[in-house]
Nanobody
């Protein structure tokens, strides 16, 4: 009922910047929060950042605080992830996600809190 399409991934050098976009369509009025997860080969999918759609409250993983910024454009039904000071450990497939239910702030880090997922976009940070 909600479709998500990510874009903006690519290859960047250490210390560089990249901006990911995620456009939502369908029943976008039902979205409570959107976020970004990432998954590196052989590792679990981990929370990166989240934002409530109406209030704009943001949440970040400790590993990206101060470097990444999540934002949204309600008129365009789009969420962004501005990534600065990129490190090799940021290399992963980044997935956009949307959830319709408010489970509380502690639930933002749980993949099971979300209902819809994009196909992912590869981010590679090289030396």
């Amino acid at each position: 009922q909600v479709q998500l399409v990510e874009s903006g991934g690519g290859l960047v050098q250490v210390g560089g910047s990249l901006r990911l976009s995620c456009a939502a369509s369908g029943r976008t009025f039902s979205i409570y929060a959107m976020g970004w997860f990432r998954q590196a080969p052989g590792k679990e999918r981990e929370f990166v950042a989240g934002i409530t759609w109406s209030g704009g409250r943001t949440y970040y993983a400790d590993s990206v605080k101060g470097r990444f910024t999540i934002s949204r454009d309600n008129a365009k039904n789009t969420v962004y992830l501005q990534m600065n000071s990129l490190k090799p450990e940021d290399t992963a497939v980044y997935y956009c996600t949307a959830g319709v239910t408010n489970y509380g702030s502690g639930s933002f880090i749980r993949p099971g809190s979300y209902d819809y997922w994009g196909q992912g976009t590869q981010v590679t940070v090289s030396s």
